[in-house]
């Protein structure tokens, strides 16, 4: 199962993008229950092509080159 994830600590909010979601949820619900965290909000959605383009050149379409 493909996972991305990132993490920034400044800001306390994370990002995860995996492949399969039904498969991928309950380990994470899981993992935040084992490590005792708080977690506050979660937002599940479905990859735009900005996010795909993103994830592949790591800039937004609109940035200048």
Known sequence: NAMESSWDQATR???LVVKD???SLPKLLDQV?????DLKN???R???LD???ISMTGRHLD???
């Not at 229950?33 to 965290?37: F, G, I, P």
Request: net charge negative; with cysteine.
């Open 46 to 48: 479905k990859m735009t």
């Open 33 to 37: 229950k084992e490590q005792q965290l």
């Open 63 to 65: 940035d200048n080159p």
């Open 42 to 44: 979660l937002e599940c």
């Open 21 to 23: 979601i039904t498969e």
């Open 51 to 53: 996010d795909l383009f």
């Open 13 to 15: 909010h994370g990002r």
